[in-house]
């Protein structure tokens, strides 16, 4: 229990409008748009990439031709996701109401805390997509 502590307390800070609400926050888009774009540039470095197959190979039964394919999928999604295209993680969609102007939106990021449970066959890429 004192080991995921410090995770449920993390959760709790979260607020419930999340932290990747575009009407509050909408310089974390840019920033995350940056980050993907480092990770691909980082990714591209052959320590790196071995490091990720390596660590990959170590958690899972995969050849290392698999895993290799499997960070080489993950680093083309960071390549194209990077710079404006994180803007559309706050895509929205709208419905018309029953009355004249009225429209029902829905709004595409986490509201509150959230957590993912991975794949075991492809621990990265899956979440990372």
Not at 33 to 59: N, P, Q, W
Not at 77 to 82: A, G, L
Request: aromatic share 12%; proline share 7%; hydrophobic share 35%.
């Amino acid at each position: 229990m004192d080991e995921i502590d410090p995770f449920v307390q993390s959760l709790l800070d979260t607020p419930k409008t999340g932290l990747h609400n575009p009407f509050k926050n909408k310089e974390r888009y840019l920033m995350l748009g940056e980050v993907s774009r480092k990770l691909a540039e980082v990714m591209h470095e052959k320590e790196t990439f071995d490091f990720f197959v390596d660590c990959t190979m170590r958690s899972i039964p995969k050849s290392r031709a698999q895993t290799e394919g499997e960070i080489r999928v993950t680093r083309a999604f960071f390549e194209n996701f990077s710079g404006d295209q994180v803007r559309f993680l706050c895509e929205a969609k709208q419905t018309p109401g029953d009355h004249t102007g009225q429209f029902a939106t829905g709004y595409r990021w986490p509201f509150g805390a959230v957590g993912v449970i991975t794949p075991f066959n492809f621990p990265l890429e899956i979440p990372v997509l």
